[in-house]
Nanobody
Framework: QVQLVESGGGLVQAGGSLRLSCVAS????????MGWHRQAPGKQRELVAT???????TYADSVKGRFTISGDNAKKIVYLHMNSLNPEDSAVYYC???????????????WGQGTQVTVSS
């Protein structure tokens, strides 16, 4: 019903920047709440940032002031702008559609396949 495809990951030096994109497709009328999560090797998946269709955002303390989540509901794209990256930010980053309105029903908790971000020191 809802498919998510992430892109934009890669290798970057500490202090650098990346922009991740998440394109949503399928039976979508509105991306109500979207999020980015990340998972580093040997660690649990953690929430990085969320955004609602109204533009409200939340961030993990570890990324506040460095990462910015934004979205374009018309294009069904969500971005994660990452600045001042450090090696601790290295992880697979996953896009998450926490709640999507299809026009007739809600869809919860759809996930993309992830994109790798590696930050070298």
């Amino acid at each position: 019903q809802v498919q998510l495809v992430e892109s934009g990951g890669g290798l970057v030096q500490a202090g650098g920047s990346l922009r991740l994109s998440c394109v949503a497709s399928g039976s979508i009328s509105r991306l109500d709440t979207m999020g980015w999560h990340r998972q580093a090797p040997g660690k649990q998946r953690e929430l990085v940032a969320t955004i609602t269709s109204g533009g409200s955002t939340t961030y993990a303390d570890s990324v506040k002031g460095r990462f910015t989540i934004s979205g374009d509901n018309a294009k069904k794209i969500v971005y994660l702008h990452m600045n001042s990256l450090n090696p601790e930010d290295s992880a697979v980053y996953y896009c998450n559609a926490r709640r999507v309105w299809t026009g007739t029903s809600w869809v919860y908790d759809a996930w993309g396949q992830g994109t790798q971000v590696t930050v070298s020191s």
